[in-house]
């Protein structure tokens, strides 16, 4: 016959599924005329017995996607994961500078605004290629000529 | 080692790399110092991996990774709390209100875990949280079956009872 902290021990056991057939006919005598264990078992049930009830999540040695494989096969040494906050550091105060760099030179070659659609199109006659000189002179001759004196 | 357990490196750290990893953070219950652990054993294999002797390359790797990680544990005591609160592996159950009961029992196992005998913690952390068997847990850590029995068994009525004086309806849900 088990005392009650024997059993209360095997109760832990059952439910962690850890308990063979021997221990079971022990635990079965004991709890038949003992109420307190019944108890105990209900409360460990309803207590860490919880932890063996979970349902089981895939175990790490099922063969993992290659991403996390990775990172279980190789973990980060212990000095790169210790820098890693001084790392994130230098990186954000890098990248600060960065942008604080492209404010500025942004400010000193600010884009001049779009001109006016008027100006817009003198600007493409201008881009336009000018008649010769030779040819705008010999109108204005031909022009003068042809004005009665 | 046997012809069929003979492998290349990358061959066993593929098969086995994150079961190592498994038991070393279970025993550490910190997921860094589990690696650090890891990469000893990993140290070990490397020495030993044409050592004739090993027949069985998974539970060498087993045993060799619980060792390094008791060694470790034992060299730098953990000096802060172990997991981050939240990231307990109970976290995937369906429901999400068992799901929040399972993360709470889980942290405040957490929490207990500490105030146990060092050889109660690991065989219940190796039980728990590296899913290994009883018979498992005896062969690594060379013990007799019923000694880890007994060490899980106090485990669990030890955080039992600090879960009743926690929750005085003697429930946790």
Not at chain 1, 87 to 103: H, K, N, Q
Not at chain 2, 84 to 89: K, M, Y
Not at chain 2, 108 to 126: D, G, K, T, Y
Request: proline share 9%; charged share 25%; net charge neutral.
């Amino acid at each position: 016959m088990i005392d009650h902290e024997q059993a209360q021990e095997l109760l832990t056991l059952r439910a962690f599924g850890e308990m063979d057939e021997s221990e079971a006919n022990r635990l079965a005598l004991h709890l038949g005329s003992c109420a307190d264990c019944r108890r105990f078992d209900q409360e460990f049930a309803q207590g860490i017995g919880r932890l063996a009830k979970l349902e089981d999540p895939p175990r790490a040695d099922a063969t993992p996607p290659p991403s996390v494989r990775r990172v279980g096969v190789h973990p980060a040494p212990a000095w790169r994961r210790r820098l890693a906050p001084l790392a994130a550091c230098a990186a954000s105060f890098a990248a600060g500078i960065c942008v604080t760099l492209a404010i500025h030179s942004g400010s000193e070659s600010t884009p001049t605004p779009p001109p006016p659609p008027s100006q817009r199109v003198e600007g493409t006659f201008a881009r336009e290629s000018p008649p010769p000189l030779a040819t705008t002179l010999g109108v204005l001759t031909v022009m003068a000529r042809s004005v009665p004196r | 080692m046997n012809a069929s357990e003979r492998m290349p490196p990358e061959a066993a750290l593929s098969a086995h790399g994150p079961m190592v990893l498994r038991v070393c953070t279970a025993i550490l219950g910190d997921r860094e110092r589990g690696a650090d652990a890891a990469q000893d054993t990993w140290l070990r294999y490397l020495r030993f991996k044409d050592d004739n002797s090993i027949d069985n390359l998974g539970g060498w790797l087993r045993r060799v990774a619980v060792a390094c990680a008791i060694d470790l544990l034992r060299r730098e005591p953990p000096t802060a709390q172990p997991l981050e609160a939240g990231e307990s592996r109970p976290a995937q159950g369906p429901d999400q209100g068992q799901v929040l009961v399972a993360r709470e029992l889980a942290d405040f196992v957490r929490a207990q875990l500490p105030r146990l005998p060092e050889s109660q913690r690991i065989v219940f952390r190796l039980k728990t949280e590296a899913e290994l068997s009883l018979a498992e847990i005896a062969e690594d850590l060379g013990l007799a079956l019923p000694t880890v029995k007994t060490h899980f068994a106090r485990a669990c009525v030890r955080l039992q009872a600090s879960l009743r004086a926690f929750s005085p309806e003697g429930t946790h849900s």
